[in-house]
């Protein structure tokens, strides 16, 4: 009997030591959950960081130095807004001026005499608002290209155009308003609208604010458009489509803004290459048709934006040889 007490007070000693090297094992598991899940955010953050850091450097293809708006005089000046603070001239042939938001053509073409054609040109990245002596105003999207005669004593009101401008022409039942682009002519008294033709675009618009416009197609078609809708040209089979249209998604390039609704990713990287002047190329011809929908600041950057698209997991791209490179 003294043996097996002996054995049983051993054996609970030794039961015993175990409880507590158990115990004391657990409480530091404990201990380092408890460290961990404090330190759990910090690491997610700073993860985050790192990857979107390294993202940023990835997707970094933009060339930071912006042309300037350029107006080519026809008497062979040529004129730049520069984010200069006061007038300088350079030399005979070359005049800066002051970068402001709105740019007023009575004083400006006024400089130059008689009925000569003159040209504005935005660079990627860069709008432009412009003022005309007669009161009518132009904005002018990134890549476009304005052409006219000086209408200071001009008895006609008439443009040509490329790339995406908004029409806010005043009434003259004198003197009509007339906007060529593509095989298109746009026939206005006073009214506000907005044209998009890209050379590298599938189509062509001219979307109607308020009033009316005449739109002729090379004496094919002619048509007559009320305010909400738009006239289309088919580029490959030259002929007009009547739409209804979204003045927000259509308009908010005034507002220094990227929206979009159901469109392609291919339509939506082409008005991205537009501003951040940058280069890229499809791998896939599938990955071209997926849809998105989403309104943006165009002072986001481009990674963020591009960022933003991939999580939707439908596509990844990767630069090489400066392009982004999309699959």
Known sequence: LSKSLEYDSNNSVKVWSAIKHATSIRNK?????RVAAVLFPFFILLTYIFMNKSETDQFNVIDQSRDYVAVYGGDGRVYFLTPDDHEQKNDDSLLYLKKSTVLHFDS????IEGD????????????????FNDGTSIGMNAQSELEFLSLVSSVTRNVKMTGELY??????????????????KVTV????????????????????????????????????????????????????????????????WRRDEFSYDSHSLDFIMKDLARWYDFEYVFLSEDVKTHEYTFDVSRSMS??????????????????????????
């Not at 598991?29 to 959950?33: D, P, S, T």
């Not at 000569?116 to 003022?131: D, E, F, R």
Request: net charge negative.
């Open 167 to 184: 029409f806010d022409v005043a009434h003259n039942a004198n003197k009509p308003f007339t906007v060529e682009y593509d095989n298109v």
């Open 189 to 252: 008294l006073g009214t506000e609208f907005n044209v998009k033709a890209y050379e590298n675009d599938l189509f062509s618009t001219t979307s109607l604010i308020t009033g009316k416009v005449e739109i002729i197609n090379k004496g094919k078609d002619k048509m007559l458009l009320n305010p909400g809708f738009e006239a289309r040209l088919l580029k490959d089979s030259n002929l007009f489509k009547c739409l209804e249209f979204n003045e927000k998604i259509v308009c908010d």
């Open 108 to 111: 400006l073409v006024a400089k």
């Open 302 to 327: 481009l990674d963020q934006i591009i960022n933003m698209l991939r999580m939707t997991g439908e596509f990844e791209c990767n630069v090489e040889d400066g392009k982004i490179v999309i699959y």
């Open 29 to 33: 598991l404990y201990n380092w959950v």
């Open 116 to 131: 000569i054609v003159h040209k504005i040109v935005t660079p990627k990245g860069v709008n432009c608002n412009l003022v």
